[in-house]
């Protein structure tokens, strides 16, 4: 089917009335055709249905069983076939030759087959009481003997009518039936072998229902059965109504465990035959089962609607032709015709701008809150594994994310081990961060877009309406507030919100440059940041993680061969709360460090070490140097260096105040002879160091902007003097540049020294500038600032500004002197 018109192709025998019937529906009138004389395709435009389902136009194509080519090239561009027979030997080939060449040609398309001149047939009496029975009883002959078993034999029929093209019978409803085969399929929903619902037609039914059911009881009450009814159908109910499906419903359940009864009973007497000493306790049982499986089929005491009974209601109508009514809620939760989610509702299109983060809104926060209070049954602050499963239901389990990062080891649990609240909005806040995608996902399998929808509803304000209206409807409740429902603001009342509502993307993130090295921008619009634990082995990263959800120490080792995530809510200063995510690498530690995309999702950098390891300081030495300095690495855009310019002239580099000539020509036989200068040097100009003191070899040209700390940890423990170079203050105010920052000292036995260090982490994400290495002056042997470029940089601008601010008022008094004169 295109997306504004479907291809009608009818089939069938010679002189079955396929012309007769597209003329009967076109003109409204019966009109005698020549055998061979084939129409030409008919379009007809739509009706005035308002459904978006319905098709702009129908084309009809008539077709001769004579000429085959053209006949089979018509059906495989044909969206349905309309296959017509009109008497016993037209019947006979329906199922003998027809269906039989559908299938060798691989076409799998729906057919409405049609029996045609039905006038033809024994024609009722009115007169005659008795005629008219025996032609009701040839009518369900009819029924019975030729549609039943096609429709037993093949799957692909999915409606069979009775019509005449002469007497205009039936022809409107077995074109309706062609469009709605197309439209309202019915083979993906029900199964006439089985005479049951597909399992992925009921499996959707049960998420609906789950939806549906905003207090978590496990029914329908009446206010949300009718809320259900308009959303689906935008229509009222009828109170009458409500309570005849109710009582079909009911009966229908009666039915059906009346049948399972009468099946127990059978296998009740086969066993007796087989074993007579058991037969008075197998009675007893198959009872005892009976009853117990009435009353649990029952609506309930309170005649609410259960999910076997919302199950039952749709089968009921899928067994009287009105799958429409199924489509109109499947299609209202996004449920396409495979019975999948429409993926552009789950995952909608999204313009992330580059350096931007994605955050939950406030009304996302509010979503889970609402979702953590409505499935935490025992309200004892947790969500257990059970009320977990419930949660997950209308999914398809606990998210992949989650799964590889060990949920719920990743974030807080109360004693119990059950995730709290705190736990909760901080897994989701890391999920939203990491892959908003799985978010949005989760949003709408969550049932997002009735977000203000989401606490008890009473059944109250029941209207009782009496127009006469057939069918599935709901109550127009305008007083929503009054019924118990939760509305997250006044304008999203019985609206839809689309699942990107639930989600804040933050501003780009800015790079700014001093000291000729780029840093990162301050930012007050973030609440996520994401810190990488880096250190050696056994230095106690995975310690402080467990102290940062608030685990108590362990003394058993375990090393960290995957990468593992943990995240928490850190209140700053002056109140406001922000999530923290830290992150140890393991063995992936090297691989990481390399991917400039798993970096540029870094916030800080938290290097930890032992301080009760003399070794271990060395290991985030030969790291930084490693991965985070151009020394060792081939001069690039990123290229830097400290101390005098080379200035770039149409690609030709000459050289002011070089103190060796010898430095030159090593700095361009270190390239091949060939500079590539930063488009961030805004006079395009590298910077070489001519510093002759010991820490030449030392300083290290920084190609990165993320920000460090430093933390020794186990502070409870006897400080070592560490066997490097450098020690970790000396390495950070001389080497690093970061003068105003010394290595942290925490223990996981000092919480306050803990709380410290997570506060300090969120701070310098807010703040990366101060931590970043290289955007402060060096400090020369006396620890003092070396910033000579940058400092006289701006002692000029403020000299300048002086005076031009000192010309300006000189000239207004003399304007006013002259004035005066």
């Known amino acids: 089917m295109s997306e504004d018109t479907i291809r009608v192709v009818i089939c069938g025998d010679e002189n079955v009335g396929k012309s007769s019937l597209i003329t009967s529906l076109v003109k409204d009138t019966f009109l005698k055709i020549k055998i061979d004389n084939v129409l030409p395709p008919i379009s007809i435009p739509r009706d005035f249905s308002y459904s978006p389902y319905t098709p702009n136009s129908t084309l009809l194509i008539d077709t001769s069983s004579q000429d085959l080519t053209s006949l089979q090239a018509e059906i495989r561009k044909a969206d349905v076939i309309w296959l017509v027979y009109s008497d016993h030997y037209t019947y006979?080939?329906?199922?003998?030759?027809?269906?039989?060449?559908?299938?060798?040609?691989?076409?799998?398309?729906?057919?409405?087959?049609s029996a045609n001149k039905s006038d033809l047939q024994p024609k009722e009496n009115k007169k005659d009481a008795k005629d008219s029975k025996d032609s009701k009883e040839n009518k369900d002959s009819i029924i019975t003997d030729e549609f039943i078993p096609l429709l037993k034999e093949f799957k692909e029929i999915e409606s069979c009518i009775r019509c005449s093209a002469k007497e205009n019978y039936n022809v409107n409803q077995a074109f309706y039936l062609c469009q709605r085969a197309v439209t309202h399929p019915?083979?993906?929903?029900?199964?006439?072998?089985?005479?049951?619902?597909?399992?992925?037609?009921?499996?959707?039914?049960?998420?609906?229902?789950?939806?549906?059911?905003?207090?978590?009881?496990?029914?329908?009450?009446?206010?949300?059965?009718?809320?259900?009814?308009?959303?689906?159908?935008?229509?009222?109910?009828?109170?009458?109504?409500?309570?005849?499906?109710?009582?079909?419903?009911?009966?229908?359940?009666?039915?059906?465990n009346k049948e399972n009864n009468d099946n127990n009973?059978?296998?009740?007497?086969?066993n007796n035959n087989n074993n007579n000493n058991n037969n008075n306790n197998n009675n007893?049982?198959?009872?005892?089962?009976?009853?117990?499986?009435?009353?649990?089929?029952?609506?309930?005491?309170?005649?609410y609607i259960t999910e076997e009974g919302f199950i039952m209601l749709n089968r009921l109508y899928a067994e009287k032709g009105r799958h429409e009514t199924i489509w109109g809620i499947l299609r209202t939760f996004h449920y396409t015709n495979s019975l999948s989610l429409d993926g552009n509702y789950l995952v909608p299109k999204i313009d992330i701008p580059l350096n931007s983060s994605v955050e939950l809104s406030p009304i996302g926060y509010r979503f889970f809150v609402d979702l953590f209070t409505l499935f935490d049954k025992d309200n004892d602050g947790g969500l257990n594994d059970n009320e977990l499963n419930n949660l997950f239901q209308p999914t398809p389990g606990i998210p992949k994310l989650w799964q590889e990062f060990n949920f719920p080891m990743t974030t807080v649990r109360n004693e119990k081990g059950n995730v709290t609240l705190q736990g909760w909005l901080a897994q989701w806040s890391m999920t939203t961060f990491l892959d908003y995608k799985t978010t949005l996902e989760y949003l709408g399998y969550l049932g997002f877009e009735d977000a203000g929808t989401l606490t008890n509803s009473n059944n109250n304000n029941l209207r009782n309406n009496n127009d006469n209206i057939s069918g599935f409807y709901d109550n127009d409740n305008d007083n929503t507030n009054n019924n118990g429902y939760y509305i997250v603001t006044p304008s999203l009342r019985n609206k839809k919100i689309s699942t990107s509502a639930a989600l804040k993307i933050t501003k780009p993130r800015k790079i700014r440059y001093k000291n000729n090295n780029k840093y990162r921008a301050s930012i007050n619009d973030r609440t996520v940041f994401n810190c990488f634990l880096l250190g050696s082995s056994g230095?106690?990263?995975?310690?402080l993680m467990e102290a940062f959800l608030g685990r108590s120490f362990s003394e058993l080792y375990s090393p960290t061969i995957t990468p593992r995530m943990v995240?928490?809510?850190?209140?700053?200063?002056?109140?406001?709360?922000?999530?923290?995510?830290?992150?140890?690498?393991?063995e992936l530690e090297p691989a990481i460090l390399e991917n400039s995309k798993k970096l540029d999702q870094c916030d800080i950098?938290?290097?930890?070490?032992?301080?009760?390891?003399?070794?271990?300081?060395?290991?985030?030495?030969?790291?930084?140097?490693?991965?985070?300095?151009?020394?060792?690495?081939?001069?690039?855009?990123?290229?830097?260096?400290?101390?005098?310019?080379?200035?770039?002239?149409?690609?030709?580099?000459t050289t002011t105040n070089i103190s060796s000539v010898n430095n030159l020509n090593t700095l361009n036989a270190h390239n091949n002879g060939n500079l590539n200068i930063n488009d961030n040097n805004r006079d395009g100009n590298l910077i070489k160091n001519n510093n002759n003191t010991n820490d030449n070899n030392s300083n290290y040209n920084f190609n990165f902007s993320i920000p460090m700390v430093?933390?020794?940890?186990?502070?409870?423990?006897?400080?070592?003097?560490?066997?490097?170079?450098?020690?970790?203050?000396?390495?950070?105010?001389?080497?690093?540049?970061?003068?105003?920052?010394?290595?942290?000292?925490?223990?996981?036995?000092?919480?306050?020294?803990?709380?410290?260090?997570?506060?300090?982490?969120?701070?310098?994400?807010?703040?990366?500038?101060?931590?970043?290495?290289?955007?402060?002056?060096?400090?020369?042997?006396?620890?003092?600032?070396?910033?000579?470029?940058?400092?006289?940089?701006?002692?000029?601008?403020?000299?300048?500004?002086t005076i031009g601010f000192l010309s300006v008022i000189s000239v207004w008094v003399w304007k006013m002197s002259i004035a005066h004169k």
Request: hydrophobic share 30%.
């Open 92 to 113: 006979e080939r329906t199922s003998l030759y027809w269906m039989q060449m559908f299938r060798s040609m691989g076409v799998n398309l729906p057919v409405v087959l």
């Open 186 to 256: 019915i083979s993906p929903l029900y199964d006439p072998k089985e005479m049951n619902l597909k399992p992925l037609a009921i499996k959707a039914l049960k998420r609906i229902f789950f939806l549906c059911d905003k207090d978590q009881d496990g029914y329908l009450n009446d206010n949300e059965f009718l809320h259900l009814q308009k959303k689906c159908f935008h229509k009222n109910i009828d109170l009458n109504e409500l309570n005849n499906i109710k009582f079909s419903i009911n009966e229908s359940l009666k039915l059906l």
């Open 265 to 270: 009973a059978k296998k009740g007497n086969i």
């Open 284 to 303: 007893n049982n198959n009872n005892n089962n009976i009853n117990s499986t009435y009353k649990s089929n029952k609506i309930n005491s309170n005649n």
């Open 539 to 543: 230095c106690g990263k995975t310690s």
């Open 567 to 586: 995240v928490n809510s850190v209140e700053l200063r002056g109140g406001k709360q922000c999530y923290l995510i830290l992150e140890e690498l393991g």
């Open 605 to 653: 950098l938290c290097l930890c070490y032992d301080s009760s390891d003399p070794d271990s300081f060395r290991y985030l030495i030969e790291l930084v140097k490693k991965y985070f300095s151009d020394n060792n690495s081939n001069i690039n855009d990123n290229t830097r260096f400290n101390g005098n310019f080379l200035n770039n002239i149409h690609g030709k580099f």
């Open 710 to 801: 430093f933390v020794g940890l186990k502070a409870d423990l006897d400080k070592q003097q560490q066997r490097c170079e450098y020690q970790p203050d000396q390495y950070i105010k001389k080497i690093l540049c970061l003068k105003n920052n010394v290595s942290l000292h925490v223990s996981s036995s000092w919480p306050s020294s803990l709380n410290e260090l997570f506060l300090h982490l969120c701070e310098v994400a807010q703040r990366p500038n101060l931590s970043t290495p290289g955007v402060e002056s060096p400090l020369d042997n006396n620890g003092n600032s070396k910033g000579g470029d940058e400092n006289l940089l701006t002692t000029m601008v403020v000299f300048g500004t």
